[in-house]
């Protein structure tokens, strides 16, 4: 059996959006609480705010890691 290509776009392709900048981790902290603050708002039952909010988050948790890893802490 072969495997077939996924009928979706994933959020993330890691060859497609490697990161090509690394914020220092204080940099990468503070805009995570922002982003953090700001979509605590967002409305539960709006589709499209749920989107936003889903993939704001997932950069910055990505660039966080990144950053944690560039001081050697992960």
């Given at each position: 059996m072969?495997?077939?290509?996924?009928?979706?776009?994933a959020?993330?392709?890691?060859?497609?959006?490697a990161?090509?900048y690394?914020?220092?981790?204080?940099?990468?902290?503070?805009?995570?609480?922002e982003?953090?603050?700001?979509?605590?708002?967002?409305?539960?039952?709006?589709?499209?705010?749920?989107?936003?909010?889903?993939?704001?988050?997932?950069?910055?948790?990505?660039?966080?890691?990144?950053?944690?890893?560039?001081?050697?802490?992960?």
């Amino acid at each position: 059996m072969s495997a077939r290509p996924p009928s979706y776009t994933a959020l993330y392709d890691p060859e497609k959006a490697a990161l090509g900048y690394v914020p220092p981790l204080d940099t990468a902290l503070a805009r995570a609480r922002e982003v953090l603050e700001e979509k605590a708002t967002a409305n539960i039952h709006d589709h499209d705010e749920m989107l936003r909010a889903a993939v704001s988050l997932e950069m910055l948790l990505r660039q966080l890691v990144a950053a944690l890893e560039a001081e050697g802490r992960a």
